[in-house]
């Protein structure tokens, strides 16, 4: 199941359809796109930022190991450990690039798919935004349609003689 962040932009439309359009759903995790193609994938999530921070380190890596045939290999391998952590880091970027450019979160999507984690997003949220004129603000937006249970009190020990744990294991 995906997770999803939504984000309002910062002067929202007063029209609820084009408020709907201009929602920026953020998958939570591995991002595969930015892992085959990070910069592309940074120009169009139009962070420009991001994209000559990317390209600076990447036109740093030859002066920093050096231009010889040794250093080749080892410079390629950190270049590949260098995309791997930026797919797995690419949706928090793209989170913080919006929060910098002024989007609210606005809520949190949770489905099997980007279409069915869209229609419980509206679901819940449409009807919030009829009742009031303004922005609902996340921490009133619902999470999902599932009640949790409430969490329930540890159990008590027994009284009596009690023995010391270290960890997860009884002293001897």
């Known amino acids: 199941m995906a997770v999803y962040s939504v984000y309002e932009p910062p002067k ?12 920026a759903f953020v998958k939570e995790g591995f991002s595969w796109p930015a892992l085959f193609v990070p910069a592309l994938w940074l120009i169009y999530q139009r ?9 600076a380190i990447f036109a740093v ?4 190991f050096g ?14 450990g260098i995309v791997v952590l930026f797919a797995f880091e690419a949706n928090d970027l793209r989170t913080a ?5 002024g989007f609210m979160l606005a809520g ?9 984690a869209e ?11 009829a009742v009031t004129a303004e922005p609902v603000p996340a921490a009133a937006a619902p999470v999902s349609r599932e009640k949790r249970p409430e969490p329930k009190a540890p ?4 009284s009596g003689p009690r023995e010391e744990v270290i960890g997860l294991f009884p002293r001897p």
Not at 67 to 80: H, K, T, V, Y
Not at 97 to 101: A, F, I, T, V
Not at 108 to 116: H, P
């Open 108 to 116: 949190v999507a949770m489905g099997s798919s980007r279409a069915e």
């Open 67 to 80: 231009l010889d045939r040794q250093n080749e290999a080892l410079m390629g391998w950190i270049s590949f």
């Open 12 to 23: 929202p439309p007063a029209d609820l359809n084009l408020r709907a359009e201009r929602l």
């Open 97 to 101: 690039s919006l929060e910098r450019r």
């Open 47 to 55: 962070m420009w930022l991001e994209l000559i921070v990317f390209l």
């Open 119 to 129: 229609l419980d997003f509206f679901r819940h949220w449409v009807p919030l935004q």
């Open 155 to 158: 159990p008590q020990p027994a």
């Open 61 to 64: 890596l030859p002066f920093a």
